[in-house]
């Protein structure tokens, strides 16, 4: 093999390895993204778990609220002020 061969070879080798590195360097890079993604999904699907316990119990004091209040404007406008019977006065 003669001289300009052999070199143009070693050019071509050393091209390729710093393929093959450049190609692992993507791949972990693309699996770092993959767990991170992961990752991420699973804490999102944590907080919509989260909130949607957390809008449920506000929906029910609500609901309480609501008719706790309506109880309260009822007996309001059955007893006036509290008094029973016409005023002596």
């Not at 992961?38 to 004091?61: I, S």
């Amino acid at each position: 093999m003669d001289q300009e061969t052999r070199l143009r070879l070693e050019k071509l080798e050393a091209d390729l390895e710093r393929s093959d590195r450049r190609l692992l360097a993507t791949r972990r890079l693309i699996f770092a993204g993959m767990r991170y993604l992961a990752r991420r999904e699973q804490r999102q699907q944590e907080v919509n778990n989260d909130f949607h316990l957390k809008l449920n119990a506000l929906l029910q004091a609500q609901q309480v609220t609501e008719i706790r209040l309506q109880a309260f404007i009822d007996s309001l406008r059955r007893q006036g002020n509290g008094r029973r019977g016409p005023d002596p006065a």
